[in-house]
Nanobody
Framework: EVQLVESGGGLVQAGGSLRLSCAVH????????IAWFRQAPGKEREGVSC?????????????VKGRFTISSDTPDLDNAKNTVYLQMNSLKPEDTAVYFC?????????????WGQGTQVTVSS
């Protein structure tokens, strides 16, 4: 069974940093993708970043380029575990949202296969 669990959210002042983690369980093969999305109150869900665990390709929304960095541990295939990180620097109040990680077959895929429960990020001005 695939499970994704986010952690690392919290309250930070504008200009500060946070690192989100997505603990991934259930993939005993390499070559999937993990994406980060966010949803602010009253707004549609937005794709933030994505990484392919097999080829390491990364993607970023224009709104976070140069400020956010996505990375992945080397997948533990024997135990079907992996962790993907989203390092968020120079945070702005408009980055306030619930952040979700999701698995996809590849970053360009429209649909996610599994979702985490989300973690709240609040940036104060």
């Amino acid at each position: 069974e695939v499970q994704l669990v986010e952690s690392g959210g919290g309250l930070v002042q504008a200009g500060g940093s946070l690192r989100l983690s997505c603990a991934v369980h259930g993939f005993n093969f390499d070559g999937y993708a993990i994406a980060w999305f966010r949803q602010a109150p009253g707004k549609e869900r937005e794709g933030v970043s994505c990484i392919g665990t097999g080829d390491g390709r990364t993607f970023y929304a224009d709104s976070v380029k140069g400020r956010f960095t996505i990375s992945s541990d080397t997948p533990d295939l024997d135990n079907a575990k992996n962790t993907v990180y989203l390092q968020m620097n120079s945070l702005k109040p408009e980055d306030t949202a619930v952040y979700f990680c999701a698995s996809k077959w590849y970053c360009e895929a429209k649909l996610a296969t599994h979702w985490g429960q989300g973690t709240q990020v609040t940036v104060s001005s």
